[in-house]
């Protein structure tokens, strides 16, 4: 069904002459589907929505961040290098777009500390407004910077980013970064459980369970072979 809607999206923004748009359309879906799990349909999106509208800022960096979350880092960096220079002095890309694509290809090498290092410089305007998307921002730098502290195993800090987007739910919208990040709650919480002792470790488990729940719910219609729903739903029956 997304990719349907999806499709219809690009088509309808293309038949009233708005290539850029129904490109960033077809960028949005590429990370959908690398954040869902499907790395080749997210490579495939990503390269379709660069053809729709090579030139266009807001379809680079779209295209570069799916790209490096579906693991064609060279892609990824070959595009990051080109948008570094193309927007040397824009602030909102040398401040969150090109850390978060740098902060991605950093833990596609399994590097977290250098993610996390990366996103520093995002912090202070990362709650600002994106000017080519309808809403006001999916906080994709928020979402790598918790991904970054899982991966780091720092579940607490994780934690606390996925949450920042929970509570801003008003800048997100319908962004699937809102959706995930109650399952990066629930993954933090059971990292916690897992890395604590004694009372600690079992309050942590039950706030594991109960976002795990929650993301459950939220996608209780959703396509059950989604990979990213699939190993949810065995990490919370290995929790229960």
Not at 91 to 104: K, N, R
Not at 185 to 192: G, I, K, P, S, Y
Not at 214 to 239: C, G, H, R, S
Request: include cysteine; hydrophobic fraction near 45%; aromatic fraction near 6%.
């Amino acid at each position: 069904m997304a990719r349907e809607l999806t499709k219809r999206a690009v088509d309808s923004a293309i038949r009233a002459d708005s290539k850029e748009n129904g490109a960033i359309f077809q960028a949005n879906a590429a990370l959908e589907q690398a954040a869902y799990g499907n790395p080749a349909e997210a490579r495939q999106s990503a390269a379709e929505a660069l053809k729709l509208a090579p030139a266009s800022q807001g379809v680079e960096v779209e295209a570069a961040l799916a790209f490096a979350m579906a693991g064609d880092t060279a892609r990824a960096e070959s595009l990051a290098q080109d948008l570094g220079k193309r927007f040397s002095l824009d602030t909102q890309m040398q401040s969150l777009w090109l850390p978060a694509i740098q902060a991605q290809l950093a833990l596609d090498k399994k590097n977290p500390a250098s993610a996390l290092n990366t996103l520093q410089s995002a912090s202070a305007i990362e709650l600002g407004q994106i000017g080519f998307v309808n809403n006001l921002s999916c906080l994709y730098h928020v979402y790598v910077r918790g991904e970054a502290n899982l991966a780091a195993g720092r579940g607490s800090a994780a934690a606390a980013e996925f949450q920042k987007i929970l509570d801003h739910s008003g800048i997100v919208w319908n962004c699937w970064t809102g959706a995930l990040a109650h399952l990066g709650v629930a993954r933090a919480n059971a990292l916690q459980a897992r890395t604590s002792q004694g009372a600690d470790s079992d309050a942590a488990r039950v706030r594991a369970l109960a976002a795990y729940n929650d993301f459950l719910t939220l996608w209780k219609e959703a396509d059950p072979d989604i990979p990213i729903l699939k190993q949810a739903k065995v990490e919370y029956a290995n929790l229960k």
